[in-house]
T-cell receptor
Framework: GAGVSQSPSNKVTEKGKDVELRCDPI?????LYWYRQRLGQGLEFLIY????????KSGLPSDRFSAERTGESVSTLTIQRTQQEDSAVYLC???????????FGPGTRLTVL | QQQVKQSPQSLIVQKGGISIINCAYE??????FPWYQQFPGKGPALLIA?????SEKKEGRFTISFNKSAKQFSLHIMDSQPGDSATYFC???????????FGEGTQLTVNP
């Protein structure tokens, strides 16, 4: 079946602009995660949605970052007033209910000039 | 605070050799320890995972060894192949559905 998809695959923006990144999880997966991967580094947790529960936003690095999820489907990560240090690959993952395996999408490479 | 430390940062192995990557964790609440494989331009893919109730898990050429008292776990790749050349990440999470805390990654190169 279809895996996690993310769009766009690449985004180049100017400092100070807002960007929206989209994630389509695997159908039926109730949990959805956003991670950030800086060049040559491991993945940093950003935010986690599980069903109808309040999202775990504890990994968001600043109030410029926000995310929404519509039911158990699409999620959007928004970065306002982008800064050069926001340049990274943003990865989305989804997971079936009550399991640990997270399935990752290909990521969106964000470059802030 | 770095909760999962991974070493080495890079590793070069000859075809047919054994690749060993090590991780250490701090948080005793972690109860799930996966390894992910990532190829350039792709998202990480789950390779193998273990829970603390066993000391070893083997799937094909890949084995996880787990030492709960030392809070360490390692990935062994037997008969390493050039196609195994990728970046490997260890990770850890608390009970079901929690975020993954990743190590910094090991870039493995298997020479033909």
């Amino acid at each position: 079946g279809a895996g996690v998809s993310q769009s766009p695959s690449n985004k180049v923006t100017e400092k100070g602009k807002d960007v929206e990144l989209r994630c389509d999880p695997i159908s039926g997966h109730t949990a959805l995660y956003w991670y950030r991967q800086r060049l040559g580094q491991g993945l940093e947790f950003l935010i986690y949605f599980q069903g109808n529960s309040a999202p775990d936003k504890s990994g968001l690095p600043s109030d410029r970052f926000s995310a929404e999820r519509t039911g158990e489907s699409v999620s959007t990560l928004t970065i306002q007033r982008t800064q050069q240090e926001d340049s990274a690959v943003y990865l989305c993952a989804s997971s079936p209910d009550l399991t640990d395996t997270q399935y990752f999408g290909p990521g969106t490479r964000l470059t802030v000039l | 605070q770095q909760q999962v430390k991974q070493s080495p940062q890079s590793l070069i192995v000859q075809k047919g050799g054994i690749s060993i990557i090590n991780c250490a964790y701090e948080n005793t609440a972690f109860d799930y320890f996966p390894w992910y494989q990532q190829f350039p331009g792709k998202g990480p893919a789950l390779l193998i995972a273990i829970r603390p109730d066993v000391s070893e898990k083997k799937e094909g050429r890949f084995t996880i060894s787990f030492n709960k008292s030392a809070k360490q776990f390692s990935l062994h790749i037997m008969d390493s192949q050039p196609g195994d050349s990728a970046t490997y990440f260890c990770a850890a999470s608390k009970p079901s559905g929690s975020r993954l805390t990743f190590g910094e990654g090991t870039q493995l190169t298997v020479n033909p």
